[in-house]
C-alpha cells in the first residue's frame, strides 16, 4: 500500500533527524540533513520491492495523481526522490507549475511541489521561479522557491534579478535572494550597490536594512550609520531600531543612535 511506503518515509526522515539534532544550527545543515535523510529511505525496501519499483507499482495500479495526492497529505519533509523522478516522467515541470499554481491546495503541499523542481534547472523554470517569488503572497512559498532558486546557477539566477534591478523594478524578495545566496562572495559588493541603491527609495527601508545585515558587507554599516545619522530626527523609532538591529547583526556599533529609542531597552 503507498501509504505504508510514505508512513516509512517519515519513520526514516525522523531517525536521521533525531541522530543529527545537536549537529544542525544552521539552515545549510538543516538541508544536509535533510538531503541525507531522503537519500537513506531510497535504499529500504518495501515489501521486498525498491522504494521506486514499490510507487511505480502504486501508481500503475491509483493512477499519478492519487499516490501524489497521498504522498503530499502523509510525508512530512517533501516528497521521496523517486516519486519525484517519476512525477518529472509522468507530468513534466509544467504539470507541476500547474499544481504549485493551484491555490486550492494546502500551502505545505505547494512548498513540496516547488521543492521537486530542485535539481531540475532549465531557462524556463529559473523564470518562473524568480516570477512567482515576485508575485505569491506566502512567505513559506516566497522562502521554498527562493531555497529552489539557490541551488540552481549563481551566475544565471545573478544576471535575471540584475536585470530586473537595473529596470527599476526592485524587489525586496529577489535582493534577499542575492543577498542569501552572495553573502561574502566576489559578488557581495556587487549586491550591497543594488540593495544601497533599492534602500534609498524604498518604502520599508528596515527591511532593506536587514536584508543589508544577511549579506554581511561591512560597507553597509558605514552607509546605514551615515542615513541615521542625516535622517535621525525625521524618522521614526521602529525605523530606527530596524536599521540599528541590521547595524548591530553586521557587528557595528548603533549604540549612539539607541538614545533615540529611550523605550525600546534592547535590540536583537
Do not use: W
Request: some cysteine.
Amino acid at each position: 500500500m503507498t501509504d505504508k511506503l510514505f508512513i516509512r518515509y517519515n519513520k526514516v526522515m525522523q531517525k536521521v533527524f533525531e541522530k543529527a539534532m545537536d549537529e544542525v544550527t544552521t539552515k545549510e545543515q538543516y538541508f544536509s540533513v535533510i538531503t541525507r535523510a531522503r537519500e537513506q529511505f531510497e535504499k529500504e525496501t518495501i515489501d521486498g520491492l525498491s522504494v521506486e519499483r514499490s510507487l511505480r507499482n502504486d501508481i500503475e495500479k491509483e493512477g499519478i495523481d492519487n499516490v501524489l495526492d497521498m504522498a503530499l497529505t502523509v510525508c512530512d519533509m517533501y516528497l521521496p526522490y523517486s516519486l519525484i523522478t517519476i512525477l518529472h516522467e509522468s507530468i513534466g515541470t509544467e504539470g507541476i507549475k500547474h499544481k504549485i499554481l493551484d491555490e486550492t491546495r494546502p500551502e505545505a503541499e505547494r512548498a513540496s511541489l516547488i521543492n521537486a523542481l530542485a535539481g531540475y534547472e532549465t531557462e524556463d523554470i529559473t523564470t518562473f521561479l524568480i516570477g512567482y517569488i515576485t508575485t505569491v503572497h506566502s512567505d513559506l512559498l516566497k522562502e521554498e522557491a527562493s531555497d529552489v532558486l539557490a541551488t540552481f546557477n549563481k551566475d544565471t539566477v545573478y544576471s535575471r534579478i540584475s536585470d530586473i534591478m537595473s529596470k527599476n523594478r526592485g524587489n525586496e524578495d529577489l535582493l534577499s535572494v542575492l543577498a542569501s545566496m552572495f553573502r561574502q562572495s566576489d559578488k557581495s559588493d556587487s549586491v550591497y550597490r543594488m540593495l544601497r541603491e533599492h534602500f534609498l527609495s524604498a518604502e520599508d527601508k528596515g527591511l532593506v536594512a536587514n536584508i543589508m545585515a544577511d549579506l554581511d558587507n561591512a560597507k553597509a554599516v558605514v552607509f546605514l550609520r551615515g542615513y541615521l545619522s542625516r535622517n535621525i530626527n525625521d524618522i521614526g523609532k521602529s525605523e530606527i531600531a530596524d536599521i540599528c538591529s541590521a547595524i548591530s547583526r553586521m557587528g557595528g556599533n548603533a549604540e549612539d543612535f539607541m538614545k533615540h529609542i529611550p523605550d525600546i531597552a534592547s535590540l536583537p
